[in-house]
Structures are given as C-alpha cells and as structure tokens.
C-alpha cells in the first residue's frame, strides 16, 4: 500500500515538472522562431509560481483526500453520478475553466507569446485534473469519467472565449457563503469542496455589450444580468432541492486601467460574482426577492 502511495505521489511530481518544462520549451522555441527575445526574469518567476502552486496544490489534496485512504484502483459507479444534482459536475467545469483563465491571465501579463499561453492554459488545468481523479481512482472517492469529462468542458469554453469574442460576454463565475450546516457546527472540519449548500455556479451577461449599437446607451457598462444554479440540503437526511437565482452581477472588466499588472487582476478577479439583489427560488417554492444574494 505504501508503494501505491509513493508511486501516486512521484507520478504527481513528475506531472508538475513535465509541464514546467514544457513552459520553458514553448517560450524558448517561440522566443527564436516567433519572437526573437531573451526569456525575461518576470517569465522565469512566473513558471516558478506556476510549479510550486501545482506541488503545492497536489500535497494539499494528498493530505486531505488520499493519505491514509487506498484502495486497489476503482472507477465510480455510473448510478452515483447524480447525487448531488450535478453541482459537483458544474464545480468541477467552473475549477478548470477559472484555472484556464488565472494561468493565461497571469502569463499575459508575463508577456509570454500567445502561442505558450494557450498551450500551457490548457495544459496545466488537464493535467491536474487527470491527476485529481487518478488520485481518487485509489481512494473511497473513484476515478471518474464524468468528472474528467466536466473538467475538460471548462477547459474548452475558456479556449473558445478567446477564439471568439462574442463569448466573452457571457461568462461563468462563482459566490460562496458559507451554509447554515457550517454554522450549526455539522462539519467535523471546514470544507469547500464539501459545503455544497453555500456554492452558487452563475453564468452572467454582458448586456451592454450584447446589445445593438444604437442601445448600448440605454445600459450601463458595469451591470451585467446573471442566472446561478445551486443545491439545498447535501449531505442531510432532508430530500435535496435544487436550487435557482436571477439576479444583477458587476462588469468589473469595465474599470479601465493601462496597468498591465492590475489589469490582470481584475480579470482574474471577474470570474468570481459578487452580493447583488436578485431573486431565489429552492425547489417548489415561487422565487423570492433577496437584497443581496448570497446563498
């Protein structure tokens, strides 16, 4: 059993230096073939934070998830993937598609060649997702092709926005609050990836942008319209309840600055939504008004 955890773990190593390497293998190719220029210091940081935050990330999740928890590999049973109302499976397309987004944005201000951002945006989130599930391939947790497949659906409409322009008025973001079942003390440790109950997954409109020439006017440039789906009840002897939500979200990409840095930033930043008024609705009941969404 020691070994498969050791194997697992190397595996995960060697994952996070193959990519670092195909960073600088890209950039260097691009730099001569492309652009010819020196590898710039801020490049070399940047592939560096991009190296310990995956080991990082990977240790984290051994710890919390795999350690301690093996079993010969397993994939999850196709009757198990709907326990959850698929808020798991939209989870884990917002996950790949924000990290898509942060690793681009961060190595656009880098200066890397376009060409390197997009193949190590796309690289790295699969390569830690597929990571993730052959880890819980030897857990109680089960490889599955469900999960990987959401991944890789978040993965592609982060390409797609880039290749296309009109999608990037219509975005994914996230809010979290944290649920009445964390206040009432029911968790043994606090858990994100657990507090289902306290995640919203919203897909938001830019309507100025949306709209006709003629009626940009008639919108203002930092309100956009948004719809969010989440559940109520996970993980209670209560039935689960879906859950839905309309309601304003911020155009933060509106603020406009010439800093290339906290232009970055605010992009990263965008693909998260903020307390707005809108409406609520959990599972038969009429939507009602809230001031500020939150959960």
Not at 36 to 54: E, G, R, W, Y
Not at 217 to 233: C, M, R, S
Not at 256 to 277: C, G, L, R, V, Y
Request: aromatic residues 18%.
């Amino acid at each position: 059993m020691k070994k498969k955890t050791l194997r697992l773990f190397l595996f995960g190593i060697f994952l996070i230096g193959l990519n670092t390497d195909c960073i600088f293998a890209q950039q260097m190719q691009d730099s001569v073939v492309i652009h010819p220029q020196k590898i710039k210091t801020k490049q070399i940081i940047i592939v560096s934070a991009i190296a310990i935050d995956q080991a990082l990330s990977f240790y984290i999740e051994y710890q919390w998830w795999w350690k301690g928890n093996y079993h010969p590999f397993e994939l999850e049973p196709i009757e198990t993937e709907n326990y959850s109302y698929s808020i798991d499976k939209v989870g884990h397309f917002y996950t790949s598609y924000l990290y898509y987004h942060a690793i681009n944005e961060i190595m656009k201000y880098g200066e890397f060649s376009k060409r390197t951002r997009t193949i190590t945006s796309i690289a790295i989130p699969f390569t830690y997702a597929l990571s993730i599930e052959l880890g819980d391939g030897y857990s109680r947790y089960n490889f599955s092709f469900f999960d990987l497949a959401s991944n890789s659906l978040g993965i592609c409409y982060g390409v797609l926005q880039d290749r296309f322009k009109y999608l990037k008025n219509i975005n994914v973001k996230f809010s979290y609050f944290p649920s009445q079942k964390y206040f009432e003390n029911q968790f043994k440790r606090w858990s994100l990836t657990e507090d289902y109950d306290g995640h919203i997954y919203w897909l938001t409109f830019n309507v100025h942008h949306l709209l006709p020439k003629n009626m940009k006017k008639n919108w203002p440039e930092f309100l956009n319209t948004a719809i969010g789906y989440g559940v109520n009840n996970f993980g209670s002897n209560i039935p689960l309840q879906r859950e839905f939500f309309i309601g304003f979200d911020y155009n933060l990409d509106a603020i406009q600055t010439k800093n290339k840095a906290i232009k970055s930033e605010i992009n990263i930043i965008d693909k998260f939504h903020f307390p707005a008024p809108g409406f609520k609705k959990t599972g038969d009941d009429n939507f009602t008004p809230k001031w500020l969404l939150l959960n």
